[in-house]
């Protein structure tokens, strides 16, 4: 709505409507609990009445907040767009962000250089917080963003950090291992090889760990290892390098779906059929395991409920909550017809 000069309607416009003052409309605005109800009650009849809507960006240079947070992925491009786990993670964030109010800022940083200049932005009052994910060992960005007053919450573990340190959101990846290894063990697997995901970021070691855990529980040699780094193509090279290897391994645990799917296309085009000969076990439960050929057995990890609770201890965080907490989301398998 605009105002008969064809102008949309200001604060001073809104505060003679309300009979109140200028700044008992900004009180109001921004949530300041120093208003009196009735006083209130007649700002946002005025803001209804006339249309009015808060130029947050004026907002922002008053307060000194921001209604913005950023999701930064230590990631390249490709691999955001084309992981289902990116997508999952982004949509459960979206979701508790848009409930909060809050817009969402997407950062990608694929190098060191990136990572400082974001660094730097995130640091001068753009933001109001910020969720960190896919960071490696080095990184050292949420220690000085909480060093410069931003918040901020990791997705995932950094590896030696301090319990109580950052607040953080993960899944339960040793334990999802290990119901994987343990499924194929049950199957009558003995060879079992593993892919594993970044070995500079705790999960992909968790997993990793949780493979060589089960193994070594049944008295099963858990030497078949291929380092990988969650993607696609780090699996075709990984796979290709295990059956040099030991051509008469029978089953893969692979620390990904996409990297399941590579294994299978590998093993394919090397002859061997999927399950009969090799079974595959993907992490992530994601859609690429419903269209894969066979359906693939995976490790569920929640992925949406992951970004909400990021999202949700964010928002905690930027509302003055200074107490850092960690969740830990359990995982399950999901048998299908690879394993």
Avoid: W
């Amino acid at each position: 709505m605009t105002t008969r000069q064809g102008r949309p309607p200001t604060l001073e416009e809104v505060a003679v409507r309300a009979g109140v003052g200028r700044g008992t409309v900004s009180r109001v605005i921004n949530g300041s609990p120093r208003v009196s109800e009735r006083a209130r009650t007649a700002v946002l009849k005025a803001i209804d009445d006339l249309g009015y809507v808060p130029n947050r960006a004026a907002r922002t240079l008053v307060t000194r907040q921001s209604d913005t947070v950023a999701l930064v992925v230590s990631q390249s491009g490709e691999r955001l767009f084309a992981e289902p786990f990116y997508a999952g993670i982004v949509r459960g964030i979206s979701a508790t962000l848009a409930a909060a109010d809050l817009q969402l800022l997407l950062m990608l940083a694929s190098s060191s250089a990136e990572l400082a200049r974001m660094e730097n932005y995130l640091t001068a009052q753009h933001v109001a917080g910020a969720m960190l994910l896919s960071l490696h060992r080095s990184d050292r960005l949420p220690q000085r963003l909480e060093a410069a007053g931003v918040p901020c919450v990791l997705g995932g573990q950094l590896i030696d950090i301090e319990p109580g340190t950052l607040s953080q959101v993960d899944v339960d990846n040793n334990g999802g291992a290990r119901s994987a290894v343990q499924h194929l063990i049950g199957t009558g697997r003995r060879r079992i090889a593993t892919i594993t995901g970044a070995l500079d970021m705790l999960s992909g070691l968790e997993r990793l760990r949780g493979y060589q855990a089960v193994l070594e529980e049944a008295d099963l040699p858990a030497d078949l290892v291929a380092t990988g780094d969650y993607s696609y193509a780090s699996a075709l090279d990984g796979m290709r390098q295990l059956l040099e290897t030991e051509p008469e391994l029978d089953a893969v645990f692979a620390a990904s779906d996409p990297m399941a799917m590579a294994a299978i296309r590998v093993l394919r085009d090397r002859g061997r059929r999927v399950p009969d000969d090799v079974a595959v076990v993907g992490f992530d439960d994601s859609d690429l395991a419903l269209h894969a050929e066979p359906p693939l057995t995976t490790v569920h990890q929640p992925i949406e409920l992951m970004g909400s609770e990021m999202a949700r201890l964010l928002v905690d965080r930027v509302h003055g909550e200074r107490e850092k907490i960690e969740v830990l989301l359990d995982t399950h398998l999901v048998v299908r017809a690879s394993a």
